[in-house]
């Protein structure tokens, strides 16, 4: 037997082992995964439960792959042995690599969408606001399809009051996440001007997954985030669901659907008018009839408080006590009227009244009938005192006398009493 050299034997080894295992599909769990920035390349071993090789899977293949290669996933990889002459190592050159039991795509597709939310994307909150009576609507779709010519058709019946304006893109097909993402761009970058869309809509009708699967591209899942116009996604049927459905501020099932859900209805808005209408006639009146009565009152207080009210007032006031003065004086006085005649009655028929009276008249019937008796000499006068007849005698220095006869009387001061 011929003694080989290390080279040799790992020569022949590595002669062996590729030709013997040129295409090769192995199973296990990555790990030990190194991807080089600058190469491209990715380096990994895959392993079971009792064993391990090493992979590599180089950057022109690495580019092809629908999905990030992590850490600890369960992964199918298709290639070839290749041997390391200078270390006499050997490992699997992948060509594919398919995740376990699920598809490339589909794997891709939720990695993209995990990525997606945790940057945001499809929150609520990070969503625009449906506009209520939209005006202008840039529709992205293509000229000529069935879905565009649905959309207007449904349009002008809904609210005609509506423009629709087609941006025609490549929906489909290499090329088709590009045009749709410049498109998306186009239709913002009115947005703020005078001619700024109320909303974009993307739209396309139904279609295999393949076809409708550029929507999952996350460019257009970046511009539709972007996008400072509020936008719509109606991709496909309504069994599609589709990334640029989760990232639009709302998806609408179908093309027609967006058009259902974005415009109002015109028929039910004029039915709703004339009911505010009514409503609002109905408010009108009352609110007239409130506003009437307010201003009666305030007139009615303004009355109360003007001067010419309270003169007026006022002088009723006067005129009222003047009768009740009249009155109070009239009773008063019909009361000391009263009064003084049951005072009168009583004083003329008491006792003592008519003994001085008796005695009043007797005096007067004896001065009578003394001054009649008197013979007075002529030019002779009748002496009193104190309204009653003295003789000359009685009299003393002083004294004040009244001397009356039949057609004069006068008033004297005694001087002197000379007795004979």
Known sequence: MDVLSVSEINA?????LEATFLQVRVQGEVSNLTIHKVSGHAYFSLKDSQSVIRCVL???????LKFALKEGQEVVVFGGISAYVPRGDYQINCFEIEPKDIGSLTLALEQLKEKL???????????????HFPKRVAVITSQNSAAWADMQKIASKRWPMCELVCINTLMQGEGCAQSVVESIAYADSFHGTKNAFDAIVVARGGGSMEDLYSFNDEKIADALHLAKTFSMSAIGHESDFLLSDLVADLRASTPSNAM????PNSDEWRQRLDGFNVKLHRSFKILLHQKKAHLEHLEASLKRLSFENKHHLNALKLEKLKIALENKTLEFLRFKKTLLEKISTQTLTSPFLQTKTERLNALENALKLAHANLKLPQFGAFVSKNNQAIELEALKRGDKIELSDEKARASATILSVDRV
Not at 58 to 64: D, E
């Open 12 to 16: 022949q080894i590595k002669a062996l």
């Open 58 to 64: 180089f950057k022109g293949n690495a580019n092809k």
């Open 117 to 131: 939310r945790l940057k945001g994307y499809f929150d609520e909150a990070n969503k625009l606001p449906k506009p």
């Open 260 to 263: 259902e859900i974005l415009l």
